[in-house]
């Protein structure tokens, strides 16, 4: 099974944790389309009906992009907005995500142990994501677990950051193959 990566990170220059994901993926590039949107649009007019089409040729998505204010990168944003539109992602003829399996791989910039209910942000990152996998759930896809990195604006160390990109590789491997409906 094919995977696509939709890598939404507005400054890859300077991601540490991005940019190894990205290399990790390249260098495993059988099965796995790498399609950046701040690269492919940066003006930000995204072309929905080639996107759709990406969309529809993949069964495996995997959305990587750095957890940004507790969501996503702006572009990301548009680009759900723009791309899962109704009558094509959602509605009563809207059902070209039906079935296909989305994942999340997220680089945190904070400490794991901040991620939780007595944590400085109160919040797991099963409750942050909870709008994607609503959104998810609503075009009749199926949502996968997350992948994450945490540490990832001043305490990974390059040795955890590479050891993140073979887990990475590792996650999506995984779940290609996996079918049905998966708890998250």
């Known amino acids: 099974m094919k995977t696509l990566v939709i890598l939404a990170h507005p400054n890859m220059e300077v991601s540490r944790v991005?940019?190894?994901?990205?290399?990790?993926?390249?260098?495993?590039?059988?099965?796995?389309?790498?399609?950046?949107i701040y690269k492919a649009y940066p003006d930000w007019n995204i072309d929905v009906s080639r996107e759709q089409k990406l969309l529809e040729a993949y069964d495996h998505i995997i959305l990587q992009f750095p957890l940004y204010w507790y969501s996503y990168p702006p572009l990301l944003k548009k680009w759900f907005d723009d791309v899962f539109a109704y009558g094509w992602a959602y509605g009563s003829a809207g059902n070209k995500l039906h079935g296909k399996k989305l994942g999340l791989a997220m680089s945190i910039g904070d400490k794991k142990e901040n991620y939780?209910?007595?944590?400085?942000?109160?919040?797991?990152?099963?409750e942050v994501v909870t709008p994607f996998k609503a959104s998810i759930n609503h075009v009749g896809a199926v949502a996968l677990p997350y992948f994450a990195v945490f540490g990832a604006s001043f305490q990974a160390t390059d040795e955890e950051i590479n050891q993140s990109g073979k887990e990475y590789i590792s996650y999506i491997c995984k779940y290609q193959h996996v079918a049905g409906n998966l708890s998250v």
């Open 116 to 126: 939780k209910r007595d944590g400085s942000v109160s919040f797991t990152v099963d």
């Open 18 to 36: 991005n940019q190894r994901w990205k290399e990790e993926l390249e260098q495993h590039s059988s099965g796995i389309t790498i399609h950046e």
